[in-house]
Every structure is written in C-alpha cells, then in structure tokens.
C-alpha cells in the first residue's frame, strides 16, 4: 500500500460518508421545502419523500457505525490536543444526530397517527400511540434536533475548510473520493462546499370525547376511522357524536340504533390536516356539519356476532351500509359491540377535484365503531 493510501478512508468509508452527506442535504431541502407548500397532493408526496429520506440517512449512519467498529481510521494528522478532542465530539454528536433526528421523525409521525412506509413499500410499526399533544410536543423536538444537527454540519464543513485553507494538512484529502493530494485552488475547494450552506443556514434562520347517548358508556366508546396515504395508514377519530341505542340480544330485530356524528369534531393530531378536511372538497362541514346512521335491520348469528344493516347519511348522499358486529363482555359485566366496514370516500363525494386520486389517498376508508353499553340481562 502507498504512502497516500494508508493516509486515506477506505473505499467503503469515503462512500457512506458521502452518502450521509448527500442525504442529510436532501432532507434539509425537502424539508425546507414542503413547509411552505399548501395543503394538498403535493405536500403528502414530498411529506413521504422527507421520511424515506430520514430513514434511509438512519440505515447509513448504523452502516458506517458498523464499518467503524471492524476498520480503525487512517492515522490522525497533526493538531492541537484540544482540536483533536473537539474533532472526536463533533463527530460522536454527529453520529448521534444522524439516529436522533430520523427516530424523532417516526416518533412525531406515529403521534399524529400516521405510518411511516419506507419507500412507499415497507411499513414501520408505530412507536407510540396516536396523542395530538405528544405529536406537538415532538415536532418540537425534531425541529430543534435538526437546527442541532445543520448547526453541526456547518461547524463540520467550517474546520474541514480551515484544515485546508489555513494550515493545509491534507485532513479533507482524505475523505475525498478520487483523490490522492490535498485539494489546491480556491475556486476548487469552494464548488465542494458550496452546495452544502445555503440550505443548511436558512434551517437555522427557520429554525376526552364530548359525546352523549342512550344505552352507550361514552367515556369508553369511540368512532375511528383509517385511510391510507401514499400507502401509509392514517388514523382519525370524531370526539363530538350522539347515539341512541336499543340492544336486545335475546330479540336482535327489535334492536336498533341511530348514531350521529359532528363532522368538524375530527381529530387527526394535526390542525392543517384537520382544517383542510372540514373545506367544501371533503366534509364540507359548513352545508354538511353530521353524519348520521339509522340502522334498519339488525341480524343475529352464531357466535355473538350480528349484521346491522343501515342507511348512512353524510354530505347529502345517502347509502345503504352493512356493518359486521361483534359482541364481547368485559370483566365488569359490560356488553362491549365492535363493528367495522369499509366506505368509499368518492361515493360520497369526500375528497374531490385534486384528491380524486387514489393513489395519493385510498378511496377505501375503514371506518370502526366500539360501543360500551349497560349490563346484559
């Protein structure tokens, strides 16, 4: 091996460094870059765009970890004692940051209750339950983490310059690829760096339901709803609805059950998303504020399972539904039913215009209803 060589990264190394590099760039620019976009298709690609990108900069970071624990690095250069151990922390915060800043991300994304599917392919188990708070609280952290870590690169970028400007020492020689001398011209060395600052300084510029019913324990009932996005699950829930419900399981079609839901109640852990769904081309809950189901017929079968047939109102189209249900005791003796079936939104004219497309949201909506009601007798 020559003198140059063995001052050098391997092959291997100088490719994941690079390769972090470009994708830690990336995500600084998509993500600078769909704040600002308006609510709509658009903003759901480049949201799930900025998470493969997170994921993918976490892979990278276990890979050169991996690597660095089975390859020792070329021989220091000579420099001051306390550069050395600032060098040495950079580079462990660093590390750090490029795991911190991507789990914060799937964090925030599985408090707003949605899934992260990498590459649109993969789905990533959620690591917390949906909790608008929660989600609040680490938006913030992820933001601040970023700011941290662009910070980082910055100062990252800052002594490789100065390593090679001032005392020109061959340091950033070693890491570049296809190089075997330290870089000579300004103008050289600056189509390196100048890619990498204006996007990471502008990131440090930038840096219980209300329900009521009859015959339903509210505070242990809910209505839920998932969609998928881009192939990723969304989940909703409507904090505000009324029921009145009669069950008789020893008389099933004397049963019945009337539901109304207040559409604007909808929380999906996120204001924008919220906002966008209550405007005239989904709910458009100002003409249309509820949704209400009257069942029509209520079936029994085997195994404590029923079919409540109905008709479902909501946006002025209204259609006849089936709804499988199952019934279920708790320890404390009450009846617990969990129903689900599947609604197409464009049947109801939910999603028009720009969301028409299915490929961006489903039209297939799982829609799942759990009622606690009072004792059987």
Known sequence: MDEAAATRYTGTAIGLH????????????????????????LKFRVYAYHKWIGVTVFLVAVARLAWRARHRPPPAVAMPRWQRRAAAAT???????????????????????????WLGVVPLPDLVAKDKELAV????????????????VLLHVAAALKHDFVDRDGLLARILPGRRRPATGKAARMRLIAPFVPPLAALLLAASPESSAQGVAVERSD???????????VEGVFRKWKANV??????????????????????????????????????????FPTAKFVSTAVRG??????????????????????????????????????????LQRLDFRIGDGPWADTDTVANDVVVRVRMVLPPVK
Not at 18 to 41: E, I, K, N, R, Y
Not at 94 to 115: C, D, I, R, T
Not at 312 to 327: A, C, E, I, N
């Open 18 to 41: 690079w390769l972090g590099a470009a994708l830690v760039l990336s995500g600084f620019c998509v993500g600078l870059w769909m704040t600002d976009l308006p609510f709509g298709p």
């Open 91 to 117: 580079h462990g915060l660093l590390y750090a940051l490029m795991l911190a800043v991507p789990l914060s991300g799937w964090l925030y994304s599985s408090a707003s209750g949605v899934q992260t599917v």
């Open 137 to 152: 609280a680490l938006k913030v952290v992820h933001l601040t983490l970023n700011a941290s870590l662009a910070a980082l």
């Open 223 to 233: 209505i839920r709803f998932v969609s998928k996005q881009l192939g990723a699950n």
């Open 246 to 287: 009669d069950f008789r399981p020893q008389d099933p079609a004397r049963s019945r059950a009337e539901i109304e839901i207040d559409l604007a109640s909808i929380d999906l852990a996120s204001e924008e998303s919220e906002s966008e769904v209550r405007r005239p081309s989904w709910f458009d809950t100002r003409q």
């Open 301 to 342: 079968l085997p195994g404590d399972r029923y079919e409540v047939a109905g008709r479902l109102s909501l946006k002025g189209v209204t259609r006849d539904v089936m709804m499988p249900v199952q019934l279920k005791r708790d320890a404390s003796g009450m009846s617990v039913a969990e129903g689900q079936l599947t």
